[in-house]
């Protein structure tokens, strides 16, 4: 007959608690790893972020350096008029090159300037005497079409003197080879003619 001795019973006792525990420990790390595999942030998107960045850039203006860029490139322009030999402003052609060379391919670069779209905003801004703050900006890929980005940048449009006005600019952003192929404008045509034309 086996009899329970207190210090057999106290080895027993030890040894479920042991087990236990471990149990419980191991239970707690694998719960801990299952919350944090799941909660974690769905990864971003790098097309996004690049699209939200060249907007930022392009529609808080105007820019002061950019305004120093354009006002040194019209002068050279008029110098040049006036019988000068002075060759295009190359701090110019560099600043565009260095401010949106980051988010366009070679192609997409080349035509966003040939087509005179670079720093169409901060021109008209300093021109017409108007401020635009970029409040918010949503990128979303279109499902369709995996290389299109629909965009729509939620901006506070000021002219000197006037009340602010909130508005919507929305596009489309084609992306190849992780840079902007092309960039569209839609929505508000007027709005984007009082940016750009003062009308």
Do not use: W
Request: contains cysteine; glycine residues 8%.
């Amino acid at each position: 007959m086996y009899h329970k001795s207190p210090r057999n019973y106290i080895s027993i006792t030890r040894k479920k608690n042991i087990k236990l525990k471990t149990g419980v420990s191991l239970f707690i790390v694998l719960i801990c790893l299952l919350v944090t595999g799941c909660s974690q942030a769905e990864p971003q998107d790098k097309n996004k972020e690049l699209i939200q960045g060249f907007l930022e850039y392009e529609l808080n203006a105007p820019n002061e350096e950019a305004m120093r860029k354009i006002n040194a490139l019209d002068k050279s322009v008029e110098e040049q008029k006036e019988g000068g030999s002075l060759p295009l402003d190359s701090e110019y052609i560099i600043y565009l090159k260095d401010t949106y060379g980051p988010y366009f391919t070679d192609s997409g670069y080349d035509r966003f300037v040939m087509t005179n779209q670079a720093l169409i905003f901060h021109g008209g801004a300093n021109k017409y005497d108007y401020q635009t703050t970029v409040t918010k900006i949503e990128v979303e890929q279109n499902k369709d079409t995996p290389t299109n980005y629909n965009f729509t940048a939620y901006i506070d449009y000021e002219k000197k003197g006037n009340e602010k006005i909130n508005a919507e600019i929305t596009g489309i952003a084609i992306i190849r080879d992780e840079g902007i192929e092309k960039i569209t404008y839609l929505g508000d045509k007027e709005m984007l003619r009082t940016l750009t034309k003062g009308d």
